[in-house]
């Protein structure tokens, strides 16, 4: 039942700024980290960054000083703010949360679709 859906995708200008939002939804008990990724064509998925359940957050060196992760645990929700964009940064971006369905469950992974960022002149 649990759904991860991104938002905030879209056509942006180089040097331009997206903010990217992804809101856990279902039969959610608790969230531990969430976490963007992004792929884009012939390369592997790497992880752009991630937010622990206490607000510390890690980064790609590829995108460290230009893109914000943020949460709010009320909303259950995990946001990419993504500043000083580059062409480079063209790909599919998937959110994740690493979560538990109810207190005595593993912990599990959940991923949203997709959305796609695409940045040219």
């Known amino acids: 039942q649990v759904q991860l859906v991104e938002s905030g995708g879209g056509l942006v200008q180089p040097g331009g700024s997206l903010r990217l939002s992804c809101a856990a939804s279902?039969?959610?008990?608790?969230?531990?980290?969430m976490n963007w990724y992004r792929q884009a064509p012939g390369k592997q998925r790497e992880l752009v960054a991630g937010?622990?359940?206490?607000?510390?957050?890690t980064y790609a060196d590829s995108v460290n000083g230009r893109f914000t992760i943020s949460r709010d645990n009320v909303k259950n929700t995990v946001y990419l703010q993504m500043d000083s964009l580059k062409v480079e940064d063209t790909a599919v971006y998937y959110c994740?949360?690493?979560?538990?369905?109810?207190?005595?469950?593993?912990?599990?992974?959940?991923w949203g679709q997709g959305t796609q960022v695409t940045v040219s002149s």
């Open positions: 937010i622990n359940s206490g607000g510390g957050t």
């Open positions: 279902g039969n959610i008990f608790s969230i531990n980290d």
């Open positions: 994740n949360a690493d979560l538990r369905t109810t207190h005595w469950r593993s912990i599990m992974r959940y």
